[in-house]
């Protein structure tokens, strides 16, 4: 099992930057496949990117591609989502996910996760 708790939220101009930070605790992050989703008020959970357990090129959402790169910082045992070019758009609340199962690809599903963050607020101001 393993514990997620992400930090690095907060209000950010259009047009900023900022960088998430999802702390994984009990197994590396090398051994799961891990996302980030989003959330914004009145809308479904979506996915922004993903990093397969096998080490293979980042999965991204059109939305957010060229944007954000999403990285692990094994060292540290943390999931980072950089996010570069803040649009308003992008505020909601960030989790991460992670899930043991072997899948190939990156899942973009809730339901392909076994294990979230409590999620961490990102606004971006116009």
């Known amino acids: 099992q393993v514990q997620l708790v992400e930090s690095g939220g907060g209000l950010v101009q259009v047009g900023g930057s900022l960088r998430l930070s999802c702390a994984a605790s009990?197994?590396?992050?090398?051994?799961?496949?891990m996302a980030w989703f989003r959330q914004a008020p009145g809308k479904e959970r979506e996915f922004v990117a993903g990093?397969?357990?096998?080490?293979?090129?980042?999965n991204y959402a059109d939305s957010v591609k060229g944007r954000f790169t999403i990285s692990r910082e094994v060292t540290k045992n943390t999931l980072v989502l950089q996010m570069e070019s803040l649009k308003p758009e992008d505020t909601a609340v960030y989790s991460c996910?992670?899930?043991?199962?072997?899948?190939?690809?990156?899942?973009?599903?809730?339901?392909?996760?076994?294990?979230w963050g409590q999620g961490t607020q990102v606004t971006v101001s116009s």
């Open positions: 009990g197994r590396s992050v090398t051994y799961y496949t």
């Open positions: 990093s397969n357990w096998i080490g293979g090129p980042p």
């Open positions: 996910a992670a899930t043991a199962r072997r899948t190939l690809g990156v899942p973009r599903t809730t339901a392909d996760y076994d294990y």
